[in-house]
C-alpha cells in the first residue's frame, strides 16, 4: 500500500509542476523513473522472496519429527490455523494460487522422475524414495488388480526405508494392502502397528468370568450334541470339578498327548474348556457374528497375550480365529482389532504349528490371491505365503488313529516337542517333513495337513456323544477339502494307517456326486503307509484296560470281521482298478508298543495288501512308518520319487 502512494504521489507532482527548462525536466523525468521502478522491483523482490521462503518452510521435514518417528507408531502432523481473518485479502489469494501452481509443477516432477523436489527446492530435507512410499500406495488401490499386486511386492522387498516411512504405509494403507504384506515372506514388521490398547476389564471380574460370560452369551438352542456338552461343561463346572472328572486335560486335536496334569498352573480348566466350546461354536456363522459383537475379538487377543506359552491356548484362539476369518463381513473388524500384526509375527515364527495355524487365518483373510476357504482342521504348509511360483498340483496328507496333521509327519527318532523350532538345515531334525524337504523338492505343489479328533476307546473320548464313523468322518472331511479347492488340480493323497481307509471312502463317496466329480478325474494316485485294509488286531486287545476296555466306534471299523471293512475294500479295489491309480503301500515289519507292557504288529503284511500297486516292507513299528530317519532315508526318497513321477507329466505343463 505504501508503495502505490508514493507511485501516485509522484505523479500528481510530476503534472502539476511549472514547465521547466527542457534539460533540467529531463533528467528528472529519468530519476524519478528510476526511483518507481527500483522501488518496484524491491518490493517485488522482497515479497517473491519471503513466499519462496514460506513454501520451503511449509515443505521442509521437521527432522526432530523424523528422528520421534523412529520411536513412534504414529506420525505428527502441523497444525493448521482455523482463524478465519487469516484467509482475507488478495494477499491470502495470491499466496495460495502461488502455492497450488509450485506442488503441481513439484508434484508432476516427482511423478515422473520419481525423484524428490529440485532446483530452487533441492535442500528440502526429503529423502530419494520419499515420493515412491507414496506412489506405492497410491498404486496399491488401483483398480487395476495386477497393478494392487505388484505394489504390494514391491513394498515387500523394501529393506531400505527408515522407520517413519514403515509406519506411513502401515498407517495410511487398506485392509486389503495390509494382509497382502502380512502374507507376503519379506515384509518388513514394522509395516504393522501395534494392536490398539483392550478395553479394561470389568470391576470385580476376571478374564475367566469374562470368558465364561461370552460363551454364555451366545445362543444355546438347536446346537449339536457335543456343542452343547462342552458348553454346559465350561459354564456349570469348577475347575477342580472338571480336574476331577477328566483326569487331565487332553489336546483337542486328536493328538493324543497329555496337554496338563495339574490344573494349578495357568491357563485354568476354565479357559481351555471354554475356548474348546468356542471352538465349535466359530464354526457357525451366526455365533461368529455374537463372539464380535460382544468383543470376543478383544477378549481373545488378551488371553493370546497372557498365555504366550501355552501353545494349546494359543493355538485354539487362533482356530477360533481362522473360523471367523471364514464370514467375509467380519474381515474388516478383524483387521481393525490388530489382529493382522499378531498374525504377520505368528506366521514368520519357526514353530510349524503356530505358524500354520496363522498362514490358515490369513490365507482366509486375503481374498485378492486366494480363492479357496480353509476351514478347521484344513491346513496348508505349501505354500504359506504369497508366491508367484505357479501352483500346478496337490498333495494331501491324511493322518490315522490318534494322530494329528503336524506331528504324525514328524521325522523319526526324536524327543523333541512339536513345540521346538524347525531347523533350515535339512540334515537336522524336522517336526513335518513335508513342509521341510517336500515343499523344497517339488516347489509347484500345494501341500495340504489334515486334522480331526480320533480315540482309542470311548471313555478317554473328547466328547461322549460324538460317535463318528468311518462314512461320516470322510464326508465332513470331503466337503472341507472340496471348500478348500482339492479337486481343481491334479492331486496324489498319502495316508497312514485309518487316515487310508478315510480315503478311500472319500474317493467312493466322491465317485456318486456329480459336484465331486473334479476329485475323481484329478486323482492320480494314493500312497498308504501301513493301512489296515482287511482289518487289524488292535480292536481285539482289551488287555490294556487304560485304552482298550472300551474300544471306540473307530477302532471296532478295524476289526477284521467288519463287515463294513470288507465292502469298503471290495468297492474301492474294483474303483480304483477302473480308474486306474497310481498305488504305493509301505507295510510295518516291527511290533509297536501299545501301553507299557503291551507289543503289537498292529497292521500285519497280508491286511496292509491293497490287491493293486507295490507293496513295500520297512523294517520300522506302526508308528514310524510314516517317519522317515533322514532326508535321504528309503521311506522319503520311495515317496518323493512317486510323487515326481505320478505327477511328471502335470508339472512339466
Known sequence: MSLAAYCVICCRRMGTSAPPLKSHTYWREIRNLIKFTGSLILGGSLFITYEVLALKKSLTLDT??????????????????????????ITYQARKELHKAVRKVLATSAKILRSPFADTFSTVDVEDH???VWLLLRKSRSDDRAARLQAVQEMSEAHHWHDYQYRIIAQACDLRTLTGLARSQESDLRFFLHPPPLPSLKEDSSIEEELRQLLASLPQTELDA???????????????????????????????????????EVPSATVEFCLEALVKHSEIPTHCDKIEANGGLQLLQRLYQLHKDCPNVQRNI?????????????????????????????????HIMEASHAARTLANLDRETVQEKYQ?????????YRSSQPIKADVLFIHGLMGAAFKTWRQQDSERDLTEPVSEDETKYTTCWPKSWL????????????????????????????????????????????????GDRPMIWVSHSMGGLLVKKMLLEASKKPEMKTV??????????SVPHHGSHLAEYSVNIRY??????????LSKDCPALKTLQDDFLEFAKDKHFQVLSFVETLPTYIGSMIKLHVVPLESADLGIGDLIPVDVNHLNICKPKTKDAFLYQRTLQFIRDTLAEDLEN
Request: charge should be positive; glycine fraction near 6%.
Open 64 to 89: 526432530q519429527v523424523v528422528e520421534r518417528e523412529k520411536m513412534k507408531s504414529y506420525i505428527y502432523v502441523h497444525t493448521v490455523s482455523l482463524d478465519k481473518r487469516e484467509s482475507h485479502g
Open 130 to 132: 520419499e515420493c515412491p
Open 226 to 264: 457335543c456343542i452343547q456338552y462342552f458348553t454346559s461343561l465350561a459354564l456349570s463346572e469348577s475347575s477342580q470339578s472338571l480336574a476331577a472328572q477328566k483326569g487331565g486335560l487332553w489336546c483337542f486335536g486328536g493328538n493324543g498327548l497329555p496337554y496338563a496334569e495339574s490344573f494349578g
Open 318 to 350: 487362533m482356530r477360533i480365529l481362522g473360523n471367523m476369518a471364514l464370514n467375509e463381513h467380519l474381515h474388516s473388524t478383524i483387521v481393525r482389532s490388530g489382529w493382522v500384526s499378531i498374525l504377520a509375527e505368528a506366521i514368520k515364527s519357526e
Open 376 to 384: 478347521d482342521g484344513v491346513y496348508v504348509l505349501h505354500p504359506q
Open 439 to 486: 515343499a523344497r523338492d517339488c516347489p509347484a505343489l500345494r501341500i495340504i495337513s489334515v486334522e480331526y479328533d480320533t480315540s482309542l476307546s470311548d471313555w478317554r473320548t473328547r466328547c461322549p456323544m460324538e460317535r463318528k464313523s468311518i462314512a461320516f468322518r470322510s464326508n465332513e472331511l470331503l466337503r472341507k477339502l472340496r471348500a478348500a479347492g482339492v
Open 520 to 529: 475323481i478325474n484329478n486323482t492320480r494316485g494314493v500312497i498308504f503307509y
Open 548 to 557: 482298550l476296555l472300551f474300544p471306540s466306534l473307530e477302532v471296532k471299523e
